[in-house]
Nanobody, 117 residues
Framework: QVQLVESGGGLVQPGGSLRLSCAVSGRISGDTIIDWYRQAPAPGKLREFV?????????AYADSVKGRFTVSRDNAWTTVYLQMDSLRSEDTAAYYC?????????WGQGTQVTVSS
């Protein structure tokens, strides 16, 4: 089993920055893929991909956050970070990290980010 716990969310003004953390515990082996997704509060809004960091290649980003968000990790894969700069109101959402395996994805409980003046 793998457990993930997100933290670092909060209220920030437009143009501001936040750094989210995803604490990873449990058994991780082989190729490692950890994604950040977000889900806006609007009814019917689906969870959308934000960024990916993996042992297989360079980080990947959604077009909507490219150039503003940066995903990184520590050497042991115990913590994955999402640095969010130049935040906009449309970035308001619950942010989730997920560890992907060939069988399933383990998700954290999420952390809320609200961008508002």
């Amino acid at each position: 089993q793998v457990q993930l716990v997100e933290s670092g969310g909060g209220l920030v003004q437009p143009g501001g920055s936040l750094r989210l953390s995803c604490a990873v515990s449990g058994r991780i082996s082989g190729d490692t893929i950890i994604d950040w997704y977000r889900q806006a509060p609007a009814p019917g809004k689906l969870r959308e991909f934000v960024a990916r960091i993996s042992s297989l290649g360079p980080p990947a980003y959604a077009d909507s956050v490219k150039g503003r968000f940066t995903v990184s990790r520590d050497n042991a894969w115990t913590t994955v970070y999402l640095q969010m700069d130049s935040l906009r109101s449309e970035d308001t959402a619950a942010y989730y990290c997920g560890y992907r395996t060939s069988r399933t994805t383990y998700w954290g409980q999420g952390t809320q980010v609200t961008v508002s003046s």
